[in-house]
């Protein structure tokens, strides 16, 4: 068990309670709720008497870190660490690498913005990275269960407020740059300087995988670095990408060698994610062989590109919520249609509103039917937050529905045959935030909702 804890309600006896100032709420509050249920000593920022030793530091989060580093980290240094930083692809790259692992024989934990997975354990996390102690804590916990490997997602916010101290990964991999978190970041430059700190938690034998066809690549190739892509230049080339609405044939050099595998995956981004995936398994070791053979038992996560038969055609739900994955979906299925492409999207409340105006343009601009509903509106109005997608538009192929479920239904029922329903912004996610409650919500019930009434 971990020494330290934030959470007064956490607290068991003999831990040490960390009082920090968070944005909403101050830990130095609880602190007779952590003695009570247990803390033998407390460490806080403030001049406070209490009835356990106090430690008072200039900085509690600052001290945390630095006791966690120096009494945990080493704990992990017999397990194999993956990390996968990126705009878009995170998820689907970590979830596909966390499953061939363990259909490999080789016992691995998945965290990220779907949860933490391991054995028969899934459990909900409330960050895509974690807040330092609670990443440590699932590391322990994975370790404790046998886990040799961890896969996860490293996200900007983590790197720039420093969530992975003491952590170094084995293998690294960057799947694409684009607009997002400008909200916290606050201009690009600041983003992908956020990104670029990964480098300091790669081993110095560790090896980053590089999608060579992203136009921010060059940034990320230092040191031990294997790149992929279209591109002639790439360490490994893709040659074709042949796509259904079922699966996708890929074939690619690699050491000289041809090589070809049918995924489940649907999509050009899935032909990236994929490959990361691949050369991430290569980097630890791993034939290429074994990882053609068991690629057709591989099925990417809930809400990535996820299929369903409704109505006259199909229902595509995905997490596309970024101007540039948005455009990738779309575009992916503007690919393979034989008749129509329609899309539900909204944009989120209280984040980036500059992303909203271009996100309407992309959605109407490659789409044969627009409908823009509400998606987290948050503490927003949701009719401020339709017209900045929607100001500018120079396009009439579109229609407002601010209620997701009512949208979503609209969308099925106007499909002709083999049109494409797309439904972006939302893919796992089983909630809807309106002001501040999260109430109950999920696409994929929606759909199945639509299909267990018709």
Request: one cysteine or more.
């Amino acid at each position: 068990m971990i020494e330290f804890e934030t959470n007064s309600k956490n607290v068991k006896t003999g831990q040490t309670f960390v009082a920090i100032k968070g944005h909403t709420v101050d830990g130095h509050d609880y602190i007779n709720s952590a003695i009570e249920n247990g803390a033998t000593k407390v460490v806080g920022e403030e001049d406070i008497e209490c009835s356990v030793p106090y430690i008072k530091v200039d900085s509690s989060k600052e001290y945390l870190k630095e006791q966690l580093v120096e009494n945990y980290s080493k704990e992990f240094d017999d397990m194999k660490l993956i990390g996968v930083t990126g705009t878009n692809g995170k998820t689907t790259t970590c979830y596909l690498t966390y499953q061939f692992l363990n259909e490999l024989g080789y016992k691995t934990a998945y965290i990220g913005t779907i949860g933490f997975y391991y054995d028969d354990v899934k459990r909900e996390l409330p960050n895509t990275t974690p807040e330092q102690l609670t990443l440590y804590k699932l590391i322990m916990e994975a370790k404790e269960h046998g886990c040799k490997y961890v896969v996860m997602e490293v996200s900007s916010h983590s790197l720039e407020e420093e969530r992975i101290a003491g952590l170094h990964f084995d293998t690294c991999a960057f799947t694409n740059f684009t607009q997002d978190h400008l909200d916290f970041h606050k201009t690009m430059d600041n983003y992908l300087n956020a990104k670029l700190k990964i480098f300091n938690y790669l081993k110095d034998n560790g090896t980053m995988i590089v999608n060579n066809d992203d136009s921010y690549a060059s940034n990320f190739i230092k040191g031990n670095t294997i790149t992929f892509g279209y591109k002639e230049d790439s360490n490994v080339v893709i040659k074709d990408a042949k796509f259904t609405a079922l699966g996708t044939n890929i074939k690619f050099e690699k050491d000289n060698k041809l090589l070809e595998v049918n995924t489940n995956l649907t999509s050009r981004f899935n032909v990236y994610n994929y490959l990361t995936c691949f050369l991430i398994l290569s980097s630890l070791g791993i034939k290429d062989e074994d990882i053609i053979n068991i690629t057709k038992d591989i099925k990417p996560p809930k809400g990535r590109c996820e299929l369903i038969k409704a109505g006259k055609g199909v229902a595509v739900i995905d997490y596309a919520h970024t101007p540039d994955a948005v455009e990738k979906v779309i575009n992916s299925f503007n690919e393979i249609k034989e008749n129509r492409v329609i899309t539900v999207i909204g944009c989120g409340g209280d984040r980036d509103p500059l992303k909203r105006p271009i996100m309407g343009d992309i959605a109407c601009k490659l789409s044969d039917h627009v409908i823009f509903t509400n998606d987290n509106p948050r503490t927003e109005d949701p009719k401020n937050i339709m017209n900045d997608i929607t100001k500018d538009l120079k396009y009439d192929n579109f229609e407002i529905i601010f209620d997701r479920v009512e949208a979503i239904f609209k969308g099925i029922d106007m499909m002709e045959d083999n049109d494409i329903l797309l439904i972006l912004g939302k893919g796992h996610e089983d909630y809807q935030i309106l002001g501040k409650e999260k109430i109950h919500y999920d696409d994929h019930e929606t759909v199945q909702k639509w299909i267990d009434n018709n």
